[in-house]
């Protein structure tokens, strides 16, 4: 016979260790935060500011990726 699950129970998987999905998906949500931070960098950098040197633009692709984390960090401390 097989086995009756909840609504709250995972299925489970065969050869999974604990921590290793949360880790992948956390390391790809990283990246396309750094992709897409690059993109959009580049993007209103050369949209407003065409004179602005490839620094200006890593550098504001580096403040949008942490505005990103810190808004995220802000929508979880308050649930």
Not at 16 to 34: A, C, D, E, S
Not at 56 to 74: K, N, S, T
């Amino acid at each position: 016979m097989s086995e009756i699950r909840t609504r709250n129970q995972e299925p489970e998987t065969r050869n999974h260790k604990p921590g290793t999905v949360l880790f992948m998906t956390r390391f790809y949500v990283f990246i396309i935060r750094i992709i897409l931070g690059a993109a959009f960098a580049v993007l209103l950098s050369r949209f407003f500011y065409p004179d602005w040197k490839i620094i200006y633009v890593a550098g504001l692709g580096a403040f949008l990726v942490a505005v990103a984390y810190i808004l995220e960090y802000w929508r979880k401390r308050d649930k």
